[in-house]
């Protein structure tokens, strides 16, 4: 057999991280999330199947919205500016959308993406075991309208990808990346912060 070289090209990246002091963070935004809730229990609809979903957050307003922020901002500055290498100032970079989402026993969320941004995240504040894993699928559609069978799955055939939600973990990725949430099959409330992130 003839040397070969593969090159992998255009990828698409998910950054995964621990907050740190995530545990006394979490304390605080899962009771402001709740209180939210009270004080809208409608919520609203969007992606998501059952739980509830809140509005978009008044981060100006909020004592912890805005400490949540200043959490995520180090790791969102470091991944816009040195692995994208996006020429970009702090100033530069606004918080386009921040909402909270419950998903309670049996909810879950339908696949969408998130327009008119560069980056959209995940952070998780309550994850119990079963309580819904994340999923990613293959941006490039085209490559699905025709797909031979496996003999096993790799880099260079997978469809789709799940992430399973730690308590304290952010995600960060392309706000074109089409994604759902798995149904929570755990007996207690899996929240979630979502935000959407753009670089004026």
Request: aromatic share 12%.
């Amino acid at each position: 057999m003839p040397e070969k070289r593969v090159h992998k090209l255009f990828p698409t990246p998910i950054f995964e991280c621990k907050i740190e002091s995530y545990k006394e963070l979490n304390k605080d935004l899962e009771n402001y999330i709740y209180n939210l809730e009270k004080e809208d229990a409608k919520g609203v609809k969007a992606s998501n199947e059952g739980g509830w979903h809140s509005p978009y957050w008044q981060i100006a307003k909020s004592p912890e919205a805005r400490k949540f922020v200043d959490a995520v901002s180090p790791v969102l500055y470091e991944i816009i500016t040195k692995d994208y290498a996006w020429k970009c100032k702090p100033e530069n970079i606004t918080f386009d959308g921040m909402w909270s989402i419950i998903n309670r026993k049996n909810s879950l969320n339908m696949r969408h993406f998130h327009p008119n941004c560069h980056l959209s995240a995940a952070y998780y504040v309550k994850a119990k075991e079963n309580c819904g894993k994340i999923k990613f699928y293959d941006p490039l559609d085209q490559r699905l309208i025709k797909v031979p069978r496996k003999s096993v799955q790799n880099d260079l055939n997978i469809e789709a990808v799940t992430f399973t939600p730690q308590e304290g973990d952010l995600l960060i990725f392309p706000s074109y990346f089409h994604h759902s949430v798995e149904e929570n099959l755990s007996g207690e409330d899996r929240i979630v912060i979502s935000f959407n992130v753009d670089i004026r």
